[in-house]
């Protein structure tokens, strides 16, 4: 096999998800982190809910589930491996960086998944019908990759300090739960946070989770699945291209 | 012999500093080449560059017929690293780390174990294979890193500092290792700051000094290269006169020192011949006779002060 043809790339990038899930992801604080960081702002908004009902919230919670767990531990990684020397050691293997990138990105999509089906399971247990299963499973699939795509863009500055980076996707990451339509129903925002909410890939997101839950959407369905999708694209090129450009300066 | 690294006019720049300027050298099959300076003289960075670490900003680097910039997958496959720093993941066991370098060069499952095996073997740490590598000693973690090199069985294997810092008994098993698989036909870039390891390892040497190649040759060659007269140390089973041996073909100057002379000679070979020619006619039996050659160490620090100064 051709160790610079895509098939030879695609496995090598699929090692670099098995070590980083080996790594990163089957951690006790980084799974408890996963679950319960949206679980706590989900609860919160429950208690101090303004007449809003849990169908609403519970699609917010699956939102907020797979946006955070998506984009919370790959941010971090190249830091952490430029830190060690271990980025060196991947950098010196017949693998490409656009590789490396994806390998972090298919490691955070399996998180995000196995993380917001537990979401998904707990909305089912609280007494919430799937209207539309096929729908969820397709906007979990594509938006898990887009999250991914946006953890792996907040890496991009070529630092070795992971707090730096964790400072930064924290600062990007909550205004964008705010903005999106998972507390405050896209309908009731004002004109200027509409505004705001058509860019964020989020939005799209819950549209469609609410959708599959309530069979009520603001989006047409497609219309959701191809912003996503356009998202999903646009991120991964740039962070690829962006990472291309950084990585010597992290060595 | 082919050149399996031909770098030409390599160049790095840091901001305002250039790291490494225009330097020019073949590696050729088969031998150990020692790449020798000072802290920061550009050693880390020229490895960095042929290895694809990181681009040069000017220059060329072929590696076993792969340029690094336009095909670096195809040349990073030929080849193995041991960089500076210890880089095996902590968190990993040893076999683990193995693995996943099996997995990055390409490497069938079942080769990758066979390997692994192998080498954990051939490095000492079969039996601490499952253990967590945040559990190793320096040493221990400088021969994991070193079998990671070698999972995929390279041509050609990058050496940056291997022995830094380490224990005896990993440095012998690392030197031992190295020349093990020189004889097996590897080619070898060891980058060192430990003069007598790349005395008694390297085929030849390049030293940098301040980002430029001051020398490039074989150890013994560069040892006597730097002066221009030879020192020669004899002595006799009786004794002879200081004129006698000063007026020797090749010879400038005759000091006795103890039950020995040191002479001092332009040209070693005459002298040399000279001295047997002259034992002979005299009926003066050579004791012993030594060539006193500056060590590597004297050779390194004329080379690279001249640049200096």
Not at chain 1, 112 to 130: C, E, F, S
Not at chain 1, 196 to 219: C, G, K, N
Not at chain 2, 48 to 66: C, E, H, N, Q
């Amino acid at each position: 096999m051709n160790p610079a043809g895509f098939s030879g790339q695609m496995w090598r990038a699929w090692a670099i998800a098995k070590k980083d899930i080996r790594i990163y992801y089957i951690k006790g604080p980084v799974l408890i982190f996963g679950v319960f960081m949206p679980l706590f702002l989900f609860l919160a908004f429950l208690m101090g809910s303004r007449q809003l009902p849990l169908s609403f919230l519970i699609s917010g919670l699956v939102g907020m589930s797979l946006f955070f767990t998506a984009t919370a531990v790959s941010p971090a990684i190249f830091p952490w491996e430029g830190q060690a020397k271990t980025l060196e050691r991947l950098a010196s293997c017949p693998v490409t960086v656009e590789a490396i990138v994806f390998g972090d990105m298919i490691a955070s999509t399996l998180f995000g998944i196995g993380i917001t089906v537990i979401t998904v399971i707990i909305g089912l247990v609280l007494g919430l019908t799937l209207v539309h299963g096929i729908t969820l499973l397709a906007a979990i699939l594509l938006a898990a990759c887009c999250f991914s795509a946006i953890g792996m863009l907040l890496a991009v500055p070529p630092t070795n300090v992971p707090s730096n980076i964790m400072m930064l996707s924290s600062l990007i990451k909550f205004p964008l739960v705010f903005i999106s339509g998972i507390f405050i129903p896209l309908e009731q925002m004002p004109a200027w946070g509409l505004a705001l909410a058509f860019f964020s890939p989020l939005t799209y997101f819950t549209d469609l989770v609410r959708y599959a839950f309530t069979d009520t959407h603001y989006f047409p369905v497609l219309a959701d699945i191809t912003a996503l999708a356009v998202f999903t694209l646009m991120f991964s090129v740039v962070t690829m291209f962006l990472h291309k450009r950084t990585m010597p300066k992290r060595m | 012999m082919t050149a399996v690294i031909h770098a030409s006019d390599l160049t790095k720049i840091f901001g305002k500093s250039t790291a490494v300027d225009h330097i020019s050298f073949d590696v050729r099959e088969g031998e150990i080449f020692g790449f020798l300076g000072p802290n920061g003289a550009g050693k880390t960075t020229t490895t960095r560059m042929l290895t694809g670490v990181i681009p040069p900003d000017a220059g060329t680097a072929m590696i076993l017929g792969y340029n690094i910039r336009s095909e670096p997958v195809l040349a990073k496959q030929e080849f193995g690293v041991v960089p500076e720093t210890s880089n095996a993941y902590t968190d990993l066991t040893a076999w683990q780390n193995l693995m996943l370098m099996g997995e990055l060069y390409g490497l069938p499952r079942a080769r990758a174990e066979r390997r692994s095996s192998d080498l954990l073997g051939m490095v000492g740490l079969l039996e601490r294979k499952d253990q967590k590598v945040q559990a190793y000693s320096k040493g221990m973690k400088q021969r994991l890193i070193l079998a990671m090199a070698l999972i995929h069985e390279p041509g050609l294997l990058f050496l940056d500092e291997p022995t830094s810092g380490l224990d005896v008994q990993s440095t012998q098993m690392i030197l031992s290792l190295l020349r093990d698989l020189n004889t097996q036909g590897t080619t070898i870039f060891l980058t060192t700051h430990n003069m007598e390891e790349a005395n008694r390892l390297c085929h030849r040497v390049g030293i940098i000094r301040g980002g430029k190649m001051v020398a490039i040759d074989a150890p013994e060659k560069l040892k006597t290269a730097i002066d221009r007269v030879h020192k020669i140390e004899v002595s006799f089973d009786h004794e002879v006169s200081a004129d006698a041996l000063a007026g020797l073909d090749g010879v400038i100057d005759a000091n006795r020192s103890g039950d020995k002379w040191q002479i001092t000679a332009e040209n070693r070979d005459a002298a040399i011949r000279s001295l047997v020619t002259f034992s002979r006619q005299n009926g003066a039996s050579i004791v012993t006779l030594n060539t006193l050659a500056p060590s590597l160490d004297e050779a390194f620090l004329r080379l690279t002060q001249e640049v200096q100064s």
